[in-house]
C-alpha cells in the first residue's frame, strides 16, 4: 500500500514508516528533513527557515573572517618588506651623512650670525 501524507490542516510532521524519513509540511509543501540534519525540527513551519537563516549568518561570519585575515595578511608582509629594506640600509653611511649635516649647520649659523652683526654695523 503506498504512503499517504496526513492532512497538513491536522497534522505537520510525519514519519515514513517504510524508510524512517522525517517530513514536514513547510510553505504549501511537504519536505523531507535532510539525513545529515541533526537538529530537531518542530511542529512550528518558521524552525525550517530559521535553521537556513542561521547557516547563511555562519557563511557571511565566515567569509568576513575570511576577508580580515585577508587583510591582516596583507599588512603582516608589507611590514615584513619594510624591515627587509631597513636591513638593507648602511647604518654607518647614515650616521656619517648625519654627521656631515650637522656640521653644515653649525657652520651655517656662524655665517648667518657674522652676517647679521655686519649688516648691524652698516647701518649704524
Known amino acids: 500500500m503506498p504512503f499517504q501524507f496526513p492532512d497538513p490542516a491536522v497534522q505537520t510532521e510525519v514519519i515514513h514508516p517504510a524508510t524512517g524519513e522525517h517530513w ?3 510553505d504549501g509543501a511537504w519536505e523531507v528533513e535532510d539525513s545529515d540534519d ?3 525540527v518542530t511542529h512550528h513551519p518558521d524552525v525550517h527557515h530559521a535553521t537556513s537563516f542561521a547557516a547563511k549568518s ?3 561570519e ?3 573572517n575570511e ?4 587583510a591582516i ?4 608582509f608589507n611590514l615584513i618588506n619594510k624591515v627587509d629594506t631597513l636591513e638593507d640600509l648602511d647604518i654607518q653611511n647614515a650616521l656619517s ?10 657652520e651655517l649659523k656662524s655665517k648667518v ?6 649688516s648691524f654695523l652698516i647701518l649704524e
Open 24 to 26: 514536514h509540511y513547510v
Open 58 to 60: 555562519i557563511e557571511t
Open 97 to 106: 651623512a648625519l654627521a656631515i649635516a650637522q656640521a653644515d649647520i653649525i
Open 73 to 76: 595578511s596583507t599588512t603582516l
Open 67 to 70: 576577508e580580515q585575515l585577508q
Open 113 to 118: 650670525s657674522s652676517l647679521e652683526l655686519t
Open 62 to 64: 565566515v567569509d568576513q
Open 38 to 40: 541533526h537538529i530537531a
